[in-house]
């Protein structure tokens, strides 16, 4: 053991020795070739009568690796150790490029990994390309539903699905009572659910077909954050015994810890669907209750084919509709991708263009760097090839050199790409599909050696096409026409992408900032929104139910500094709301709406105090009142929007008209004018409004669920425990939540907001890369110029002719990108229209401050290396050449 250490010591000290030796041979090689070359001898005379000075003997590294099998290994590894030597001696070079690089891969690889799961990575279902959402859609209803009773028909009478499956409209409260009442997320699904998207419980089964039917056993499934939160993973849950609203159900299956369910909801308790075909003819009018449907297509059948076979159907279905309904209706059948990604799909596409947009500009500026450091190096080029070095070996050696340098950025590039995951995920709102599970896995680490690859070969192939001349022998560095020209088109360019960024980023600014200063036609400060939801299998009749609002309302009235307690089923502007069709208004004395004109009319249920809570004017006539409640007249309040299209030139105060199915018989009388209220999101157009009046009678206060909206003169702060002791003193088993109504419109802003924050940040990298491209080139070329400023000075040139001369080279770059990039900001700026929200694509303000944003900051990275070249000593410059 000894004597192979000691034999491993000698070999490895006669290995280094060589090395040191051949090192010192191609030194002294290399000067003499170099003597003989710049003397005016032919360069391949030149080396052969200097290794014939050197006894006729090639550097013994190079004859040794030709002669062994494999020989280039040894070739690569020895290029990636001299590139290595190369960056440790310059390290001002290597950091400029690992970091432009890091930014640039770890932008794109962190924008990636939400993308992929958007656009790219298949859904979370066996065979998801297959499966379908299929259904009626309307303008009261934005996704596909299907009434019970067309869906039961479907089911005998469809031919392009192999299998279908029904699912709730949408979850809804429930209460899981045990030692401590909760209140949860509960939805209902077909037996044959979970198999058509392909999906088994994690643990336990699925439902049987003899408990999906009406009377029925009563099981249930339970999601897995329930199992393991509530339960404690605990292993026999199964078969367990647990109340949900007042009645038992048998725990029978456990779902997957990653199911998503199809319309992205989240549920925690699920039941069967216990479709009755009987019933669901009956109730609702005849069609039965709205359903989501899902199915799955047969082999070889497009959604185009489908959609055909489902015409003759939907055309049977559409005969029973009211006459204003069908010219609204129509039929939708398009995967289930397009049905999930339908509002993620735009923002995907334009957050991975701007991130791509960066990438280049990354890649451009290292291009740069690495031809700067290419021209300095060409007298080491030179010689390299005039000792014998091939035009494959030097282009293999700066492909070398610029692949380990993607790498090492690649290597920090994921590490910054995980941190902004990290920071998406947080800053991200709610509603993106997805976007929650971003993370960078092996999938995205595959993508980024990709595009370290590609950055690799972008920014190499422009150190490696530069021929070393033999005039470089005799000079320090060079750079040719066709090299400065190159390096210029790369800073323009990066200049050009950048503006477009910049646009794209302003547009989008400007937008959020049109959302934010809208008028809403209400206050926010000051009011506080508490959510009541009560259980309705104890608030199981209309008068339990009003009993408890009338209640609730009487006692925060009682409460220090309150001015105003409100009921309502919805708050603007983007709570849920009721709906009917204009069409649908029936106006005594007046020939019918025709059908299809003048879109939805919301509806909303108050009590007299909501328009003092949220201070919205009445412009005409009078508020409800107290005495209102009590009476038989049913009284309305219309928005100014819809009293100007119901009474044009007339006034409404009086009129009677029946809206929709809201009433019957004489119809409503209109008491009152409100101010236009945003009620269709922030984004969206606003859509007329009507009011109705929340009466002390049973049959007012059909639903579960109201809100309760509390003005106060205190801060919110102060009487949210004060609110929490009342509905407790009620009901102490009942869940509160509130939130202060500025909150919740802060909520709705989330999503542009972080789109503003997310593109701003990616315009500014991309604008801080680009101006750093442009300040290296100048002081580049500021140093390649020294010697003609020195002569230029000793001629009588001012410091001001030297500083115009070198900053008309960057400003005719500037110009130039900004005209290119103007012009294609134009041309791509429509990808941005959904977005936008009152704000042209073409907006005037934009396109005159990004430009001039990117301009002053380039004359900044102009002036300070020109104004360093002014500097320049004649004497010493001219002594010096």
């Known amino acids: 053991m000894i004597f192979g250490f000691l034999t491993r010591l000698r070999f490895l000290i006669f290995r280094k020795r060589r090395s040191e030796l051949d090192e010192e041979i191609e030194f002294h090689l290399e000067q003499a070739i170099t003597t003989r070359i710049v003397a005016g001898m032919d360069p391949a005379e030149a080396r052969r009568q200097a290794l014939i000075e050197f006894g006729g003997i090639e550097p013994t590294r190079e004859r040794c690796e030709r002669q062994r099998p494999g020989w280039w290994i040894g070739t690569v590894m020895q290029d990636v150790h001299y590139a290595f030597r190369g960056f440790i001696r310059n390290p001002l070079f290597t950091i400029s490029v690992l970091v432009t690089l890091a930014l640039g891969i770890g932008a794109t690889t962190a924008v990636f990994s939400f993308v992929d799961r958007i656009l790219f990575r298949p859904l979370p279902y066996a065979d998801p390309g297959r499966i379908v959402s299929v259904g009626f859609v309307h303008p009261l209803e934005r996704q596909e539903f299907v009434m019970g009773r067309f869906y039961v028909e479907w089911q005998k009478d469809q031919t392009p699905f192999s299998a279908l499956a029904a699912q709730s409209t949408g979850s809804h409260n429930c209460d899981l009572v045990e030692n401590d009442p909760t209140q949860l997320s509960c939805i209902s699904f077909q037996a044959s659910f979970l198999p058509l998207f392909g999906i088994s419980p994690a643990l336990g089964r699925n439902f049987l077909p003899e408990e999906d039917r009406p009377n029925g056993p009563n099981v249930v499934m339970i999601s897995y954050g329930l199992w393991k939160g509530h339960y404690n993973g605990d292993p026999h849950i199964l078969d367990r015994m647990i109340n949900v609203d007042g009645n038992p159900a048998r725990v029978v299956g456990v779902l997957p810890r990653d199911f998503q369910f199809p319309t992205l909801e989240a549920a925690d308790i699920v039941s069967p669907f216990a479709l009755n075909p009987a019933v669901q003819q009956k109730v609702n009018g005849g069609f039965g209750y709205p359903e989501r449907v899902f199915a799955r297509l047969k082999p070889g059948v497009s959604v185009a084919q489908a959609y055909a076979q489902m015409q003759p159907l939907f055309n049977d279905d559409l005969k029973w509709f009211p006459p204003s309904a069908k010219s609204e209706t129509r039929l939708s059948v398009r995967t289930l991708r397009d049905r999930e990604m339908q509002e993620a799909r735009p923002i995907a596409w334009v957050l991975f263009g701007f991130v791509l947009a960066v990438l280049l500009i990354a890649c451009a500026n290292v291009a740069g760097l690495m031809m700067a450091r290419g021209a300095r190096r060409q007298r080491e080029l030179a010689v390299r090839s005039a000792i014998g070095a091939s035009r494959g070996r030097l282009i293999r050696q700066a492909l070398t050199e610029a692949f380990v340098l993607s790498f090492a950025g690649s290597v920090a590039g994921l590490a910054i790409a995980q941190a902004l995951v990290m920071v998406f995920v947080r800053l991200a709102p709610n509603g993106i599909p997805f976007i929650s599970k971003a993370h960078v896995d092996l999938r995205i680490a595959v993508f980024t050696a990709l595009v370290s690859c590609l950055c690799g070969v972008i920014f190499g192939l422009a150190t490696a096409l530069q021929k070393p001349g033999l005039a470089a022998l005799n000079t320090k560095s060079s750079?040719?026409?066709?090299?400065?020209?190159?390096?210029?088109?790369?800073?323009?360019?990066?200049?050009?992408?950048?503006?477009?960024?910049?646009?794209?980023?302003?547009?989008?600014?400007?937008?959020?900032?049109?959302?934010e200063e809208q008028n809403l036609g209400m206050q926010t400060g000051g009011v506080l929104t508490v959510n009541v939801a009560l259980p309705w299998w104890r608030y199981n009749t209309n008068q339990k139910v009003m009993d408890f609002y009338l209640r609730l309302e009487s006692s925060l009235r009682r409460l220090p500094g309150t001015r105003a307690?409100?009921?309502?089923?919805?708050?603007?502007?983007?709570g849920w709301q009721d709906g009917f069709r204009f069409s649908d208004v029936h106006l005594q004395g007046k020939p019918p709406i025709p059908p299809g004109t003048g879109g939805t009319v919301v509806g909303r249920s108050v009590t007299p105090d909501y328009f003092r809570a949220l201070n919205i004017p009445i412009l005409r006539g009078r508020n409800f009142a107290d005495q209102d409640r009590i009476g038989e007249e049913r009284e309305l309040i219309l928005s100014r929007l819809l009293a100007e299209r119901l009474f044009p030139g007339?006034?409404?105060?009086?009129?009677?008209?029946?809206?929709?199915?809201?009433?019957?018989?004489?119809?409503?009388?209109?008491?009152?004018?409100?101010?236009?209220?945003?009620?269709?999101?922030?984004t969206e157009q606003s859509d007329p409004e009507m009011?109705?009046?929340?009466?002390?009678?049973?049959?007012?206060?059909?639903?579960?669920?109201?809100?309760?909206?509390?003005?106060?003169?205190?801060?919110l702060a102060a009487i949210e425990?004060?609110?929490?002791?009342?509905?407790?003193?009620?009901?102490?088993?009942?869940?509160?939540e509130m939130e202060p109504l500025n909150q919740s419109l802060n909520r709705l802003a989330d999503r542009p907001r972080f789109l503003t924050t997310l593109l701003g940040f990616f315009a500014l990298t991309g604008l801080v890369l680009a101006v750093v491209g442009l300040y290296g080139l100048i002081a580049f070329m500021t140093t390649q110029r020294t010697h003609e400023i020195g002569v230029r000075i000793a001629l009588g040139a001012t410091r001001a002719n030297i500083l115009r001369l070198i900053a008309n080279d960057g400003l005719r770059m500037v110009l130039v990108g900004l005209a290119i990039g103007l012009g294609t900001a134009l041309a791509v700026s429509r990808m941005l229209k959904t977005l936008l929200f009152q704000v042209s694509v073409y907006d005037p303000l934009t396109y005159i401050v990004a430009p001039l944003l990117l301009s002053l900051v380039a004359l900044v990275a102009i002036l300070i290396p020109a104004r360093a070249g002014t500097r320049v000593e004649p004497a010493v410059t001219l002594r010096a050449e």
């Not at 307690?565 to 983007?574: A, F, K, R």
Request: charged share 15%; aromatic share 4%; proline share 7%.
């Open 479 to 515: 750079m040719s026409r066709s090299h400065a020209f190159l390096r210029s088109g790369l800073v323009t360019a990066q200049i050009a992408v950048s503006i477009i960024l910049l646009a794209g980023a302003a547009l989008l600014l400007r937008s959020f900032t049109k959302i």
């Open 565 to 574: 307690v409100g009921l309502t089923d919805s708050i603007p502007p983007g």
């Open 650 to 682: 007339e006034d409404p105060i009086g009129k009677r008209f029946l809206p929709g199915a809201h009433v019957s018989g004489a119809g409503a009388i209109v008491v009152g004018v409100a101010d236009n209220v945003k009620n269709g999101g922030l």
């Open 721 to 736: 425990p004060w609110v929490r002791s009342e509905v407790s003193s009620i009901d102490h088993t009942i869940p509160v």
């Open 691 to 715: 009011y109705t009046l929340l009466r002390s009678a049973p049959d007012n206060w059909g639903g579960n669920h109201l809100m309760v909206i509390v003005d106060s003169a205190m801060p």
